[in-house]
């Protein structure tokens, strides 16, 4: 799928133009420049969440994501939370959740929880196995809280 149409997880992330690695003038290569860009490259960027700054790459690039791994210091294997800023895109990128699972999940996100979900999918095979951890941030780049 082109990068500019499929969803890009934090390991997953929204892909808007407003979202910024950093402002402009920082220092480095990718200040100042849209988060996606940065993401689509196979970079690892620093965000701010609604709970802590989290280090991010796209789940779909397995090279970035070894490389977030191996930052961390944890093992390939370990599964990693996908994190989205909008709700609607956590949903569109899980079509075989259950109606419970997608009531849950519109209930409790976004905000500072992880929820655990069945991945029969395998989707983000980089971040997770049969099990999978979902983050819907509620943080300044995103534009505001959307109902389901």
Known sequence: M??????????AISRRPFERCAPAGERGATAGR???AVIAEGAIA???TDTVYGVCCDAQNAAAAKRLADLKGRSSGKPAA??????EAALAALPELGARTRA???ALLPGPLTLLVANPARRFPCAG????G???IDA???????SC
Do not use: D, H, W
């Open 129 to 132: 196995g049969e099990l999978l």
């Open 134 to 136: 979902v983050r819907v």
């Open 2 to 11: 082109p990068a500019a149409t499929r969803t890009s997880p934090i390991t």
């Open 140 to 146: 300044p780049l995103e534009p505001g809280r959307r």
């Open 34 to 36: 849209p988060l996606a």
């Open 104 to 106: 849950a999940l519109c």
């Open 46 to 48: 620093v965000i701010p």
């Open 82 to 87: 996908v994190a989205f800023f909008a709700l």
